[in-house]
Structure formats: structure tokens, C-alpha cells
């Protein structure tokens, strides 16, 4: 080939990965622009269910066979992402049950029929006499996003997290490029924007593509918090100016040939800048995080809604979702106790709501069935962005491979998708060093944690710790383990950056936790917070130098025969004489300035 | 068995009632159960009688004197000067060479393990050398394999909050110890390995570290039980001042300060069970007659509710409401929910609790008294934010003592 087009990827979520990756594999010349962390939008809040597509065989047989075959694939490339936990279907009656059991059959999806003895094992409950074990697995968002990164990385992308983009540039009516500005604050990147909620109506049908996904559930991670939520932080919108804009940081343009908008909710404020309207629809679903493994298997049962909620273990919890809203807590975690009697002894850890993002004129049901492609040069005469909107954790390959097919199409370059061959790299830190125990609710060790922060150097990012190890996750949220985990970015980072990052880190955690206290989690909390605020004595909205003058300093006493005692006589003892000056209370010396004199 | 007095829970405000009632009545029959919490863990041993006041920014020098700009509702102003002075000078009766500070009124303040300043107005000997108000440098010495104890760090937070100078370092962990309550065990057996006592094996761990300043802070796991002996060794083998700070949890100088006054509590007369959760109470006509664990029940002219606040259990519930699980006291809740934003944050259910009359009785939203002899301490208390402002050992301290020794008066 003599000459390598550059593309631009915008968005590190598992699909912005992807699509780097897939370029990167195929010769292109590629950098990825993501304005948070890696993963930290829909892709780090789904549920963590693999899909088999036997779900919804019934509804939807196209995007349940596409599951089918990616979940093998990346079962394939990405065991090491991937936990094979089996599913578990639970049909409310016989004839929806027979129903259920002919359509897999007739698609080839592997489904066993479960009696009550199997049932028993998995801890559902009596009166549920009849199941389907389907080959659903749990998948690590995180790790899989990692390892799509480290994959198009060991293939020559370049990849900028922290790194907003803030200008689509144009040469008049073509995209050639981005301009981004990095995130300057200390302790980490800044917290993504929000996308916008009011997108006007686009009279323009853009071309749907039939590429499905499917309920994207979910994993946790409330670091990434979901986009424009009620109750979440509200962000600001990328380039906008507002008192809480973090200092305006080092800015770079990014020129490339053609760019690849894989921003998920925010897509439309990607467009945006360049005045291009991209209608996007959203739907919600709140996830929960439960104590415990309650079960082995993703269990679902479906409601009467239509959507079936599902409980999966997910690194030695249960995370149990999507509800939609407005459903209340209660009455989901009661559908839940009422399949799996073991929730009602379990704690909720925290709870997360998951955004997916649709094209508006898709026909897409919730939770993000369809992937849509949108070439801007066929819709809006602007040539060089396509917009990928949509797309699963299960599925997000396969859209990825459908996108970079378009984009190699544009330049005439007839190479074929590698991406389903190669293996992904496993870039998971196991724990088991010798140091100290850090995470003790997740054992993970100091070793662990020093690897993932030297990952995320040169911005030391925290979250990365817990995306990586784990750590943080367990019953006290960081509430026990956080200073430690900070404290490991000193002396790479001073004291202030360390403050600002557990601070960060705590909060967090927080957000997800406070909402479901009650009982035993509400006693530890208020424990941990005990532990901080007294113990610790940690308090930000302090001031940050005490003045000591007024306090009672009797409590030093020089042990006799001390080596201090030579340095430290006089009428008041606890006054150093150094060289027959005192050094008092109201001179400041400090004493090894004093000891030099 | 019936007592004069019973105490229910084993906070420091539940010591403190019953050592107030034995201290009023030295011939009265005093019994207190320690629930299952572990309410020292998270103590650090200190006595934190007023660091802040409500919402300063900071520490309070003089806290008794600060006692006047308290609102009327705070405890302190509840219980007049006197006796929260009566409460300190039993502390200090009972403490004796334990702690350090007796008589006085100016608050002291310790390094914590972060290289934050903690206020104080008594303290344990073992942490007394830390003070950061002297001038004399310090320096910190951690241990690896004690992860909540950044040396390093916390001096250099230290040294910059403070006027001190503050040096740190971290070492192998020495006697090879899993953790600081491993650690005390070695140090108080003085255990002998390769041919060497604990205690050698820590100062000789130490002696490289030591410089020219003239005091080192260690972590907290000098012993539970022989702290003074081996802060002594150091000291004396490497002729400088030792000084503790407190990691937790569990906390070491908490569960000092716990056996402290389990210990004198029992060598003064009274009764110490380790009982489960109360779950039985008989009541007749405005009294508390007997309380039941189901297993185990206890009658006593007068009842002292001292189970501590949300984070122990004395007030239970949530999302939306606390109340209290013994006695079924009424509950006071702040407007806003149980829990701020801010981790940090001022959090309702730490201001929750009982509200009283001025007799320390848990009354009812008429004001009249739940039961005629039945009175609570402590941080089951509705009241200030204890932890935010660092009072919760003179609150509990001073409302234990009002409350025990109501209750003895009763009997």
C-alpha cells in the first residue's frame, strides 16, 4: 500500500477498542481519543453477561445467532476475560418453556432442560420446576476493553485517554480530524461530560444496518457513572465553559483521514461539533450489586414486562439487573428473592444505572440491541466521520469489523478482519505477591496495585486499580482499603495528589454505595466513615496548616540519658537549646535548621 | 440475679455509667453487658472530648471553654461545666499513669496515621511523646508489611500541616509479624527466636533508622498488655523518645483502653458479661422490669441504654428510617435522609438517636419518659456530630456519667 490512511477513533469503550484494534490489524495507521478512562462509559456499567442469544431466539433469531457465533469467538480469543458460568432460563410456564427449548433447537443453540434436582443445585427456588441451562458465560468488561487496547497498541495504535476531543476540524465541508485537550488534573482524568439529552428530531433516515446486539447488561462500575442520570453529577459539555471546568489543560489536533465516531452516548455531541445532528434515543436500567455469589449461573427469569431481569456472579458478587425504570428497588430485589430465596440474606453492596444508546430511527428494543452505522458523507454530505452507534459487549467484534469494512472500503483497501483469528492479550494483574495485603475483601496485594497504577502513569488514575485488580470492590468500597491503595502513588506523586485521588476514589464508591444503606451495610459504612474522619482524622474541608500555638505539648518527655538531652535542656523541657539558643514556639524554627546553625 | 444498676452495651459511655454509679454508691450492685459489637476497634485511644467545634476548621485549644458557644441541645450544654469536669476527673481516677493530660483543659493534638492531626484532651502514655504541638522534631518509622501506616507519606503531610519538622521512613517489617496485633503478641510474650528475645530483635530493627531526631513514632503494636515495658526498652536501648500512632482497625490503643476499664470496673465491684443481643423486655406501668437475651435474663432497678449509634448497631434500619432495637426508644432523625453525598460529609444517622430529658431518660414525642427508669448515654444519643467534631469519647464519657449516676440515685 503506499499511502496509510490515518484514522482517528473516538471513544475507549469496548468498541472503540475494537475498532482500533481491527484498523491496527488491518495496516491502517490509527490513534484513539478517549476522554475519561478506558471503559468508563456504558462498556464499564453493563452486567457482565456473555450472551448465548438464547434469550431472545424467540424475538429476535438474527441477533441470537450473532451472539451465539461472537460469544464462541471471543470465548476463542478472550477466554481469559471470560467466566463460564452456564446460563440459566427460567420459563414461566410449560408451553412457553416447550416454546422456548423448539426455537433453540431449531437454531442450534445448545439448551438442556434442568430439573428440579439441578434446580436445587443452582438455588432456585421451590416451585420453580422447570429450567434451560443455555451457554451464557460472565465477561470482565474491563479486561476485554483492556485487551483490545493492548492488542491494537501492540499493533501501532496510539492511544490517548484523559484526552477530550473539543473540535471536529474540517477543511470547509470534509472531517479531517480533532482537536482534543488533555486532562490536567491532578490524581486523574477528569470525569466524562455529559451527553446531551435534547436531540432534535432528524428528518433524515439514515441507513440501519441489521448488525444486532443485544441486553447489554451489565458489570459495575460507578467511576464511569452513567451518562446524564438523575442523580449523578452533572458533567459539562465538551469544550463548554463552566466555573467547574477543570483548569484548561494542554491541547493537540489530531489530523487524520478519515474518523470513527465510537463515543456511545456521547456520539452525538461528537457530531455535534462539527453541526451535524445525530438523533439518539437512550433507555436505563439499574443494576445492584448483592453480597455474595448467590448462584453459580446467570439465572433470568422473565417478568411480566417483557424484560427479564437476571442475576449473574460477578467476581464474587451478584450483580443483579437491568431494571428498568421506574421499577423500585424493593420490588425488583423481591422478583429476585422470589427466583433466588438466598438474596434475601444478602446485602446490597451498591447499585449503578447502565445507559444504552440507540439511533433513534432504529427499531432498537432497550438495552441496546442494534448497532447502527452512519456515514455522515451519505447523510450529511460530510465526508470522513462514520458514527457507530450501538453495539454489545457479546457483539461489539462483530460491529467493530462491520465499521472497519466501511472504513477500508472508503480507501479502496481489500483486507480482510483478523480480529476473530488472533488471541487478545491477558492483561489482568493476578494477585499473589509477597507483599502486603492491601484489598483483604479481594486479596489483592501491594504488587497488584503497583502494577496497575504504573499502567495508568503518566496521569496516576486510581480506578485503574480497581478495574485491573478488583481492589475496592468488596464490602467496604474502599472505605478500608483506600488510603493504602493511594498511598502507593507516593512518592511518584506528593501528598496533595494522593489526597485528591483517594478523595476521588472514596466518592466514588460512594455515590454507589449511600443509596442502598440499610442495616448491617448502613452500620459499616458509618464504621468506615468513623474510621476516616476520627482514626484517620481526615477531613477536606479543613484547613490544610495547624496552627499549634494554644495546644498543650507536656505529653513529650526526654527519656533520661536521651541523645536528645544533650540538645534539649533548658528551663522548659520540652524547648530544644541548641547551641544556648531556644528554639521556641514563636520562632518556627524548625529544628534541623536549627541543628545546622 | 437482679443489680441495682444494669448497663446495656460496652461503649466507653456504658464503662463510664457504670463506673459513675459505683462511684456514686460504692456498695451498689453494677452490671454491665457487652454486646457482640466490638465498639474500641475503631478507637483510638484517645479521649477526644471537643477537637472541633460544630463545623470549624480548627482545632479547638481550650474545648471546656468552648463548651459556651455550643447550642443548648449539645449534651455538653445539657450537662452543665461540672460535670463534664466530674466525668474527666473519674477518667482520670481510673486511668491513672495509663493516660496522660489528668487536670488539665488544653486539648493536645497527635499525628494519625495519615500525617493528620487528631485532638485530644487525655491520651494513653504510649502516644503522649507524639504530641505535634512541641517543638521538638519526630520522626516516623513504618512498616512495610503494615499497609495503613505510610510513614513517608504522613510525615510529609505532617511536616507541612505542622510547625514541626517531620522526617519518615519505612522498614521491613521487623519479627517478620502479619500484622500489629501479631506484632504486640511477640512484644508482650517477649517470644525468643534464633536466640533472641522480641524486644531485642525490634530495637535492633530500629536502630539504623534513628537519627537526630530526638522522638520516633511507631506504629501501634507495641504490646497489648507490657506496653510500658517495651516503649521502655526502645527508649532506653536507643536513648530516644517513643511514641505510638494509632492504626486500626483493630485498634491497639483502643483495646487498651477497653481492658482498662473492663479491669477497673470489676476491681471496683462491678459485674462485666459478654451477652448476645437483648431481645426480650418486660415492661409494667412505665418500668423496665427485666431484659431477656433469650438465653440469659437480667433484672435491675434502673436500665442504662448505652448501645451505641448506627455504627454499631444501637440504632438499626435504613433506608429511610433508624430506630432503636432494645428498648424501642423513639428516634430522632434529621430531615435529610440517613447519609450526606460526601463520604465525608456531615451524615444525619451520626446526629440520630434518642432524644432525652434533661434527666438523660428517653422520652417520648410528649416528652414524658419512655419508662421511669430507664436512661441512655452515649451515641445512641440524638445529638451533635460526634466524629466530625472529634467528642465522641467526652460525650460518651460525660453522658455515661450523668446517666450512671442517675441511675444509681434511682436504686
Not at chain 1, 422473565?302 to 449473574?312: C, L, Q
Not at chain 2, 504522613?154 to 519479627?175: F, K
Not at chain 2, 490503643?253 to 477497673?264: M, Y
Not at chain 2, 450526606?340 to 414524658?368: C, I, K, Q, Y
Amino acid at each position: 500500500m503506499a499511502y496509510t490512511p490515518h484514522v482517528l477513533v473516538i471513544g475507549g469503550g469496548v468498541l472503540g477498542t475494537a475498532i482500533a484494534r481491527d484498523c491496527a490489524l488491518r495496516g491502517l495507521e490509527v490513534t484513539l481519543v478517549e476522554q475519561g478512562t478506558l471503559a468508563a462509559g456504558t462498556t464499564g456499567s453493563i452486567h457482565g453477561l456473555l450472551y448465548s442469544g438464547a434469550r431472545f431466539v424467540e424475538e429476535n433469531p438474527t441477533a441470537a445467532m450473532r451472539c451465539l457465533t461472537e460469544n464462541r469467538t471471543l470465548r476463542e480469543i478472550a477466554g481469559h476475560c471470560i467466566e463460564d458460568t452456564e446460563g440459566v432460563v427460567l420459563p414461566a410456564e410449560k408451553g412457553e418453556f416447550d416454546a422456548f427449548v423448539d426455537a433453540c433447537e431449531q437454531r442450534s443453540i445448545p439448551a438442556s432442560a434442568l430439573g428440579r434436582s439441578d434446580l436445587d443445585e443452582i438455588g432456585v427456588a421451590d416451585g420453580i420446576d422447570r429450567g434451560v441451562r443455555v451457554p451464557d458465560g460472565v465477561v470482565d468488561p474491563f479486561a476485554l476493553t483492556r485487551a483490545n487496547a493492548t492488542s491494537a497498541e501492540n499493533y501501532g495504535a496510539e492511544i490517548k485517554t484523559g484526552a477530550s476531543v473539543v473540535e471536529l476540524l474540517t477543511d470547509g465541508t470534509d472531517i479531517v480530524g480533532a482537536e482534543v485537550e488533555f486532562d490536567q488534573s491532578p490524581g486523574g482524568v477528569r470525569a466524562p461530560t455529559s451527553p446531551s439529552e435534547d436531540v432534535p428530531e432528524e428528518t433524515r433516515e439514515p441507513e440501519v444496518d441489521e448488525e444486532e446486539e443485544e441486553p447489554i447488561d451489565a458489570e459495575d462500575d460507578d467511576e464511569e457513572d452513567t451518562p446524564g442520570m438523575p442523580g449523578t453529577v452533572q458533567r459539562s459539555f465538551p469544550g463548554a465553559t463552566e466555573d467547574d471546568t477543570p483548569d484548561t489543560g494542554e491541547r493537540e489536533e489530531i489530523e487524520a483521514d478519515y474518523v470513527v465516531n465510537a463515543a456511545g452516548a456521547w456520539a452525538d455531541q461528537i457530531a455535534g461539533l462539527a453541526g451535524i445532528k445525530l438523533p439518539l434515543s437512550r433507555s436505563r436500567g439499574r443494576m445492584v450489586v448483592l453480597s455474595g455469589e448467590l448462584t453459580d449461573s446467570a439465572v433470568t427469569r422473565r417478568s411480566d414486562d417483557g424484560y427479564p431481569i437476571t442475576a449473574a456472579p460477578y467476581q464474587g458478587n451478584t450483580v443483579v439487573g437491568p431494571i428498568p425504570e421506574p421499577t423500585e428497588l424493593e420490588e425488583a430485589l423481591a422478583a429476585v428473592e422470589a427466583v433466588l430465596p438466598a438474596a434475601s440474606e444478602a446485602a446490597v453492596l451498591r447499585s449503578y444505572t447502565g445507559v444504552w444508546t440507540q439511533h433513534a430511527s432504529s427499531s432498537a428494543s432497550p438495552y441496546g440491541h442494534d448497532a447502527t452505522l452512519v456515514d455522515h458523507e451519505k447523510y450529511d454530505d460530510r465526508w470522513g466521520l462514520l458514527s457507530v452507534i450501538g453495539g454489545s459487549v457479546t457483539t461489539h467484534r462483530f460491529v467493530a469489523e462491520q465499521a472497519v469494512n466501511r472504513v477500508c472500503r472508503e480507501f479502496g483497501i481489500g483486507r480482510s478482519c483478523l480480529t476473530a483469528d488472533l488471541s487478545l492479550p491477558d492483561t489482568s494483574i493476578r494477585s499473589g505477591d509477597s507483599g502486603p495485603v492491601l484489598c483483604e475483601a479481594r486479596s489483592v496485594g501491594r504488587e497488584a496495585v503497583r502494577s496497575a497504577i504504573d499502567a495508568s502513569e503518566p496521569e496516576p488514575e486510581l480506578a485503574n486499580v480497581r478495574t485491573q485488580t478488583g481492589a475496592t470492590m468488596g464490602e467496604c468500597q474502599g472505605g478500608r482499603c483506600g488510603h493504602r491503595i493511594a498511598a502507593e502513588l507516593y512518592p511518584d506523586h506528593d501528598h496533595e495528589t494522593v489526597d485528591e485521588s483517594l478523595e476521588t476514589l472514596l466518592q466514588r464508591r460512594w455515590r454507589g454505595r449511600r443509596e442502598t444503606l440499610a442495616d448491617d451495610q448502613l452500620a459499616a459504612a458509618l464504621d468506615d466513615y468513623e474510621f476516616h474522619a476520627r482514626l484517620l482524622g481526615r477531613d477536606d474541608e479543613r484547613q490544610e496548616e495547624v496552627d499549634t500555638d494554644s495546644f498543650d505539648e507536656s505529653g513529650f518527655t526526654i527519656p533520661e540519658r536521651s541523645r536528645a538531652d544533650q540538645r534539649y535542656r533548658g528551663e522548659d523541657s520540652v524547648l530544644p537549646v541548641i547551641d544556648g539558643v531556644p528554639r521556641g514556639t514563636d520562632g518556627r524554627a524548625k529544628c534541623s535548621e536549627a541543628v545546622g546553625q | 440475679m437482679s443489680e441495682d444498676v444494669l448497663v446495656v452495651g460496652g461503649g466507653i459511655e456504658g464503662y463510664s455509667a457504670a463506673l459513675s454509679a459505683l462511684d456514686a454508691d460504692p456498695g451498689a450492685s453494677v452490671r454491665l453487658l457487652r454486646l457482640p459489637a466490638d465498639r474500641f476497634a475503631t478507637e483510638t485511644g484517645l479521649l477526644d472530648v471537643l477537637g472541633f467545634e460544630p463545623g470549624g476548621t480548627e482545632p479547638v485549644a481550650n474545648p471546656l471553654s468552648a463548651v459556651d458557644r455550643l447550642p443548648e441541645s449539645h449534651p455538653y450544654s445539657r450537662l452543665g461545666l461540672d460535670t463534664v469536669r466530674d466525668a474527666l476527673a473519674l477518667f482520670d481516677d481510673v486511668a491513672g499513669e495509663r493516660y496522660v493530660g489528668s487536670g488539665t483543659e488544653t486539648n493536645a493534638l497527635f499525628p494519625t496515621a495519615v500525617g493528620e492531626v487528631a485532638p485530644a484532651l487525655r491520651y494513653p502514655r504510649s502516644v503522649s511523646n507524639g504530641v505535634v504541638s512541641g517543638p521538638p522534631s519526630m520522626r516516623l518509622v513504618g512498616f512495610e508489611g503494615f499497609p495503613d501506616f505510610d510513614a513517608e507519606l504522613a510525615a510529609e503531610r505532617l511536616d507541612e500541616r505542622t510547625p514541626l519538622d517531620v522526617t519518615g521512613q519505612m522498614i521491613d517489617t521487623p519479627l517478620s509479624a502479619d500484622s500489629p496485633a501479631e506484632m504486640a503478641r511477640l512484644l508482650d510474650e517477649n517470644e525468643i527466636s534464633d536466640g533472641q528475645p522480641a524486644r531485642e530483635r525490634l530495637v535492633d530493627a530500629l536502630e539504623p533508622v534513628v537519627d537526630v531526631e530526638p522522638r520516633i513514632g511507631l506504629p501501634a503494636a507495641l504490646g497489648e498488655s507490657e506496653t510500658a515495658a517495651i516503649t521502655e526498652t526502645i527508649a532506653e536501648k536507643l536513648r530516644v523518645s517513643v511514641f505510638e500512632v494509632s492504626l486500626g482497625p483493630p485498634s491497639l490503643p483502643g483495646r487498651r483502653l477497653e481492658s482498662l476499664l473492663a479491669e477497673t470496673l470489676e476491681s471496683r465491684g462491678g459485674e462485666l458479661d459478654s451477652a448476645g443481643r437483648i431481645t426480650e423486655v418486660e415492661r409494667t406501668e412505665g418500668r423496665i422490669e427485666r431484659v431477656s437475651t433469650g438465653r440469659e435474663s437480667y433484672e435491675a432497678d434502673s436500665y442504662v441504654l448505652a448501645t451505641g449509634g448506627a455504627e454499631s448497631g444501637g440504632l438499626v434500619g435504613g433506608p429511610e428510617d433508624l430506630r432503636e432495637p432494645v428498648f424501642d426508644c423513639p428516634v430522632t432523625l434529621p430531615d435529610r435522609g440517613l447519609v450526606d453525598e460526601r463520604f465525608l460529609g456531615d451524615h444525619p444517622a451520626v446526629r440520630a438517636g434518642v432524644p432525652t430529658d434533661d434527666r438523660l431518660r428517653p422520652v417520648t414525642s410528649d416528652e414524658s419518659a419512655v419508662a421511669e427508669n430507664l436512661y441512655a448515654a452515649g451515641r445512641v444519643l440524638a445529638g451533635p456530630n460526634v466524629v466530625a467534631d472529634h467528642a465522641a469519647g467526652g460525650v460518651g464519657l460525660a453522658t455515661g456519667y450523668e446517666a450512671g449516676r442517675r441511675a444509681s440515685e434511682r436504686s
